[in-house]
């Protein structure tokens, strides 16, 4: 059974650091595509950073570009994203989420509501406040 387990979330005062994980397990796709999104309250869901397995190719929203690193363990199923220098507007709730490759990462990452992305895990809160 697919599942997807997020953690590394909590309170943060602006300009600090949090580093979320999401580790993989139950599947046995050769290629796959994680991806990290974030909803805030009475807001869509929108894509954060994207990773591939294989190649390990990237994309990034432009409001993180820059802070934000992902990063994945290929071989441990688990997938990082290194936030830095976060600001209240980064407070919400942060989903990981995989799905088999469809074509460019980048491409996967952008469709709206994730819905590139099958299976997702239960969230965790980040929150930005002095």
């Known amino acids: 059974q697919l599942q997807l387990v997020e953690s590394g979330g909590g309170l943060v005062q602006p300009g600090g650091s949090l580093r979320l994980s999401c580790a993989v397990s139950?599947?046995?796709?050769?290629?796959?595509?994680t991806g990290w999104f974030r909803q805030a309250p009475g807001k869509e869901r929108e894509e954060v950073s994207c990773i591939k397995s294989n190649d390990a190719s990237t994309y990034y929203a432009d409001s993180v570009k820059g802070r934000f690193t992902i990063s994945r363990d290929y071989a441990k199923k688990m997938v990082y994203l290194q936030m830095n220098s976060l600001q209240p507007e980064d407070t919400a709730v942060y989903f990981c989420?995989?799905?088999?490759?469809?074509?460019?990462?980048?491409?996967?990452?952008?469709?709206?509501?994730?819905?590139?992305?099958?299976?997702w895990g239960r969230g965790t809160q980040v929150t930005v406040s002095s």
């Open positions: 139950g599947f046995t796709l050769d290629y796959y595509a």
């Open positions: 989420a995989v799905g088999r490759v469809l074509g460019p990462v980048q491409a996967m990452c952008v469709l709206p509501n994730g819905r590139a992305f099958t299976s």
